[in-house]
């Protein structure tokens, strides 16, 4: 076993601790420690889901989290269990050499990547080379652990809402065929016009983001204390950091004119359940999702067999806190899908639970007014395939930990059992859409989402 010798720096005196767990940053919570282990790409093997699933067991509470990210937490780490967890988690190939390296790897793409027929663009190669640049360069290591990268094929697996200091997406030109088109802050932006992006090509890619972050570092860590790109831009137009961007790499680069690309007319805002059509004929991907998103030792191992069975051993997070099972063949799918239901996971696109989304609550967290996650499953009871394809996010406070954008109907705790009801409006620019009512407790705010009072 690798020996791991804990530094102040690591687990206690880093200022950032308590905004954001990581491998060697065990930060505190109501039911103990939390370790945030970031899963390269998303990208997951079946012995590795076995690892956490087994130091989960051995040195937590034995419950596992996935996170809007497509990362695992690992919940319930008491004090004197840190070492031999994270020497454990290391030694499995689920950590850097490096402490600084850890917080770098922050990089998201397409779960689908490779096998989605819609794609534009298979992005895990040029995903991994800026992966790896950032893993391996120490310069990176002044980035807030919170600042990341996204990278959208443009296949029907979108990563609408989910916001980033660095975001590329594949669209179709006439002139210049397949490009990226790249934004700083913020959402991807699916409209076919954008004039704060720029395009990129596909063999620029690495160099552009890296020239982005390093004038990021240079304007905004090291010249404003920024630690996200939104926040320069408070002070600071995207067209002056594109253009000190265009200076640092020698070169001007393609604005988009309006009219030149396409709209994407599908966007993936829920988990991928059931079965799911690859690239390569004959073979399918199996969705699942954990109920809201936490899954105990037991099921994880669960899940690692099931994927070891049917699809060779591979598992793909997605940041709708669910498992994707690739390359299964086509006549096991449904035999796939079977297993995983019978392990306790969501499997149909109909059941509520697919839509919902919840923070740990008031069971796991100081700042949470409302036990959310036992609220939520409350509200899924009360709920049924009628209220369509919205998406639902129950929140213990107003801080919003647990979605990244703003859901259909969000419920904010206020006390204890009761909640702000809000629902996204195209007329509101409120943090949460229009508040629809106040102070209800689960049963009436099943109600008022359902269109009529319980």
Not at 48 to 67: D, P, Y
Not at 239 to 259: C, N, Y
Not at 344 to 355: E, I, T
Not at 433 to 450: F, K, N, P, S
Request: glycine fraction near 12%; proline fraction near 5%; include cysteine.
């Amino acid at each position: 076993m690798a020996k791991f010798e804990p530094h102040s720096a690591d687990l206690r005196g880093d200022p950032r601790a308590f905004a954001c767990p990581g491998l060697y940053r065990i930060v505190p919570a109501k039911d103990g420690g939390i370790c945030r282990v970031r899963i390269p790409l998303g990208c997951l093997s079946a012995d590795q889901a076995r690892a956490i699933a087994s130091v989960a067991t051995e040195h937590g509470n034995g419950i596992v989290e996935l996170t809007n990210r497509a990362n695992i937490q690992i919940r319930g780490i008491l004090g004197p269990e840190q070492e031999l967890l994270i020497s454990e988690l290391v030694d499995s190939g689920l950590g850097t050499g490096e402490r600084w390296a850890d917080d770098t790897r922050n990089v998201l793409m397409n779960p689908s990547a490779g096998n989605d027929p819609d794609e534009l663009i298979d992005v895990r190669p040029i995903a991994a080379a800026i992966l790896d640049r950032f893993s391996n360069d120490i310069g990176f290591a002044v980035l807030s652990p919170k600042f990341a990268l996204q990278i959208d094929g443009g296949g029907a697996m979108s990563l609408a809402d989910h916001a980033h200091d660095v975001w590329l997406l594949a669209v179709d030109t006439d002139a210049h065929g397949v490009m990226f088109k790249m934004g700083l802050g913020g959402p991807i932006d699916y409209g076919p016009d954008c004039v704060d992006a720029r395009l990129v090509r596909p063999s620029e890619c690495l160099e552009v983001v890296v020239a982005a972050t390093l004038e990021f570092i240079e304007t905004g860590v090291r010249g404003s204390g920024s630690t996200h790109i939104r926040q320069l831009l408070e002070t600071m137009t995207r067209d002056a950091i594109w253009h000190r961007v265009e200076h640092r790499i020698g070169r001007s680069l393609l604005k988009i004119v309006p009219g030149q690309l396409r709209s994407r007319a599908v966007l993936v805002t829920r988990p991928p359940v059931g079965i799911i059509a690859q690239r390569v004929p004959h073979l399918r991907s199996v969705g699942a999702a954990p109920v809201l998103g936490r899954i105990d030792a037991r099921g994880l191992g669960a899940v690692a067999d099931i994927a070891t069975r049917f699809g060779g051993g591979n598992l793909r997070l997605t940041p709708w806190r669910s498992f994707l099972i690739p390359d299964v063949a086509e006549d096991s799918a449904e035999d796939a899908l079977g297993a995983l239901s019978r392990a306790g996971l969501v499997c149909r696109d109909d059941n509520p639970l697919s839509r919902l989304v919840a923070c740990a609550g008031s069971s796991g967290c100081g700042s949470a007014k409302t036990d959310a996650k036992k609220d939520a499953q409350l509200l899924a009871g009360f709920l049924n395939s009628s209220i369509g394809r919205d998406t639902i996010h129950v929140s213990g406070c107003s801080k919003s930990c647990a979605v990244p954008g703003v859901a259909d109907v969000t419920l904010v705790g206020v006390s204890d059992g009761l909640y702000d009801l809000y629902r996204r409006s195209p007329i509101s620019d409120a943090r949460f859409g229009a508040r629809m009512v106040e102070r209800v407790d689960i049963g009436q705010a099943a109600g008022h989402i359902l269109g009529a009072k319980p």
